[in-house]
């Protein structure tokens, strides 16, 4: 056959009538172009016809999967007013002589249904997909890909609720591969009823897996101990969990949390610590998550103190994940008034290896200050600086303040000039803090050095507020300089 005849076959068939002009073939026309009128869905298949005579140049025997999926990615994909009209041109092509769809021209329409979420068509496209199998499935065993191709679309029914959809794809797909589903696919099935409330029909088809002899994995047990626990029935959760065991599937971290969660939420708390203790003991590695759950739980219940003792006894037997951050545990000790436990805990998990963030740092600076405890904000402020932990202006300059106000100006500055060297470089307010400090405790000769920094580096605006910061200090009790 020529490539002249191929293309009259777009244009004028005459033998094979055109997909695209039949309404029982495809997917309504108007449908897809709504509103239109019949008319005007001829006219675009009319263009598409032409645009696709016109993009298939180079001489060719006939239309061939490689030529067809070239013109979808490369021509139609792009077009304005035609793109929709891409799953019509699939049919279409299948009924020319000599040409047969491949995994490729399948694997295209089924990403492009499903990132346009066009169910519908993608339903008849699965029709299709069983009855005119592709190339490579002519031999004893089935194509690879189809299995993959089937994921996808019974993920994208089960997200958009279309579960009878996504049932019948999977009956189809058990009939298509070699052997059973992937334990994968099951999973996807049963987390899609769960997520929108279903839960019954998710153990129903949980039961079905069963019976096909596909062993559960963990994340199938995870998913049904997820979907008890958010119905209120924690005791089936449970039972689940042992089943989890029971099967050799080892619970992972997501097992755990979720239980955790579910006893906090059932107002276990001696349950949920007990779980948590029990990760340790079956050597699964702790998550920052499950460390959040648990002082969440704990601090609701007010039991801060134990969250406090459970975080050390993790860090002291090694299994407190790196990248904790403890400011809701410093932030909860600081309203409850318990600074010093706060200002232990801190120091304790810095010392080994677990650095606050700035927020929880700032957060006990401010506590301590709070507190009257100036002396220890001003430690922990002095190791943020150390460690290259630099804090809000703000906070600065009230700890300055407060040292001067107990005749620390001295240590004041000494601070400042190590905030400086870190890269925090004082504004005129600290200036202006230190200063009135030196002057309160007689420090003329520091406190004219300050001054004149300061009208270096433009922080006195003009010589008659240089003058009253000289004329302040000159008045000041004493000179010790």
Known sequence: MSRNTALKRFSKPRHHPAPLQHPDLSPSISA??????????????????????????????????????????SRLRHHPTLSHLDFHLFRYAATLDSFRHDHFTLEYMVRTLVSTDRLDSLSSLLEFISSNPCPCSDGIFSCPRIEPMFSVSISSFCRAGRFDDALHAFDIMK??????????????????????????????????????????????????????????????????????????????????N?????????????????????????????????????????????????AVDLMITFLRKGVLPKGFDYFVLVEML???????????????????????????????????????????????????????????????????????????????????????????????????????GYAREGRRKEGEALVNEMFDRRFIPDIATYNVLMNGLSKSKGSFG
């Open 32 to 73: 897809l172009t709504s509103p239109t009128t019949s008319a005007t869905a001829q006219t675009q298949l009319t263009r598409l016809t032409a645009f696709l005579q016109s993009s298939l140049r180079k001489p060719a025997v006939a239309i061939t999967p490689q030529d067809l999926l070239h013109f979808l990615k």
């Open 175 to 256: 009939r298509l591969i070699d052997g059973k589903p992937n334990v994968a696919l099951y999973n996807i099935v049963i987390h899609g009823f769960v997520k929108l409330g279903k839960l019954d029909r998710a153990v129903d088809f949980y039961g079905t897996m069963l019976r096909n002899s596909v062993n559960p994995d963990a994340v199938t047990f995870n998913i049904l101990i997820s979907g008890y626990c958010r119905n209120n029935k924690f005791g089936l959760a449970l039972e689940v969990f042992r089943e989890m065991k029971e099967k050799g599937c080892l619970p992972n971290v997501v097992s755990f």
């Open 258 to 306: 979720t239980l955790i969660k579910g006893f906090f939420r059932d107002g276990k708390v001696e349950q949920a610590v007990g779980m948590a203790r029990e990760m340790t003991e079956l050597g699964c590695e702790f998550s920052c998550v499950t460390c959040e759950i648990l002082v969440d739980g704990l601090g609701r219940r007010g039991k801060v103190i134990e």
């Open 334 to 436: 600081c309203a409850n008034g318990n600074m010093e436990r706060a200002f232990e805990l801190v120091n304790e998990l810095w010392d080994n290896g677990y650095a606050p963030s700035l927020i929880a740092c700032t957060t006990l600076v401010e506590g301590l200050r709070g507190a009257g405890r100036t002396e220890k904000s001003v430690d922990l402020m002095r190791k943020m600086l150390n460690e290259g932990m630099l804090p809000d202006s703000v906070t600065f300059s009230c700890l300055l303040e407060d040292m001067c106000n107990m005749g620390g100006a001295l240590e004041a500055n000494k601070l400042r000039l190590l905030a400086s060297k870190k890269g925090l470089h004082p504004d005129g307010m600290v200036y202006r803090i230190l200063i009135s």
